[in-house]
């Protein structure tokens, strides 16, 4: 799998970028978790999810990842029904 499977030519600048921050986080793992995420759910986020999904790409891989494997405890301002979503989404069991 080399990435995004969804053309961005359809989405606005904002969201543009938010797909290849997804798919280009460093950790294959990661990409596969918040890209694959954005592939399916990225045109349809409100303004709201878009900025809480921002702020989810903005935590280090080596932090994040731990979240959504359940390894370590989500910290409140992160424990967000978007984040639940993306959980849900890589097929992690709540």
């Known amino acids: 799998m080399t990435g995004t499977t969804r053309s961005s030519a359809d ?3 904002r969201r543009r970028r938010a797909l290849i921050r997804a798919w280009r986080r460093g950790m294959r793992e990661m990409d596969l978790v918040l890209g694959g995420f954005a592939d399916r759910h ?3 986020l409100s303004d709201e999810d ?3 999904f921002e702020a989810l790409l ?3 891989d080596t932090t994040l990842l731990p979240w959504v494997t359940g ?3 989500v910290p409140e301002q992160y424990d967000t029904e978007l984040f639940s979503r993306v959980r849900v989404s ?3 069991q709540g």
């Open 58 to 60: 903005e935590v280090p």
């Open 50 to 52: 878009l900025a809480v």
């Open 11 to 13: 989405l606005d600048p």
């Open 90 to 92: 890589c097929g992690a």
């Open 71 to 73: 390894e370590k405890a």
């Open 42 to 44: 990225i045109a349809a």
